[in-house]
């Protein structure tokens, strides 16, 4: 057994830092990303937590031009829709905001996880079985932490239907889609939640989460 390495003051403040600068970003230089640094932050990505060690993530890594502009018109089309559902006293501040990074965005990739997957033989899922979609979302979680570290940006499109992305991708029917992301070098970086500064939201304190039984 190898010795546990030691985190100090100085790591935690750094780590804090990292989940403090995680900003969800829509806005991206054209810089391309090279294929070390992808395969770098995916190999991280599964290091994530999951249940039943069943890693029931997968990666679809987007290249096509075809199938992205495929994905960008879907974005149209389902933000054309949320737009119209927003109350009028809402639309016009809704309509301003920059909600995708996908004319931009070097690298887009979409995160599913795989329900019929056989590892880790069922367990933990008997009576919980969307662990297996949680397990997929904390591999995104780290992904996205992981690209930060190395000043990454990282977009989570969700107005996307998730049958179309499933679609235009050509995977498994019964892959599950657990987001479509944007990654790339931002214009620029902020501490502050973008829809924070647009105006449409602010961050409440951890004490509004918490309850004690």
């Excluded at 090279?34 to 991280?44: F, H, N, V, Y």
């Excluded at 679809?60 to 009028?88: G, K």
């Amino acid at each position: 057994m190898s010795d546990a390495p030691i985190f100090d003051q100085e790591f935690r403040s750094r780590l804090r830092d990292l989940v403090a600068w995680r900003r969800d970003v829509r806005r991206f230089r054209r810089d391309a990303l090279a294929p070390e640094q992808i395969g770098r932050l995916l190999d991280l990505a599964c290091l994530a937590p999951s249940v039943g060690l069943s890693q029931p993530w997968r990666f679809v890594l987007v290249e096509s031009a075809e199938r992205r502009a495929a994905v960008r018109a879907d974005f149209a089309r389902c933000n054309a829709a949320a737009l119209s559902a927003q109350a009028p006293e809402r639309r016009g501040l809704y309509a301003r905001l920059k909600l995708a990074g996908l004319d931009d965005a070097p690298c887009q990739l979409a995160v599913f996880a795989d329900p019929a997957g056989r590892q880790g033989g069922g367990l933990g899922r008997h009576t919980m079985p969307e662990t297996g979609e949680y397990s997929a979302v904390m591999a995104a979680h780290t992904l996205w932490l992981a690209a930060r570290a190395e000043g990454i940006g990282m977009g989570w499109v969700s107005i996307l239907d998730p049958a179309a992305v499933a679609a235009i991708l050509d995977v498994p029917r019964e892959w599950r889609l657990i987001g479509y992301f944007c990654l790339g070098y931002p214009e620029e970086a902020d501490d502050t939640p973008a829809l924070e500064r647009a105006g449409w939201e602010r961050r409440r304190p951890p004490a509004d989460f918490v309850l004690r039984r």
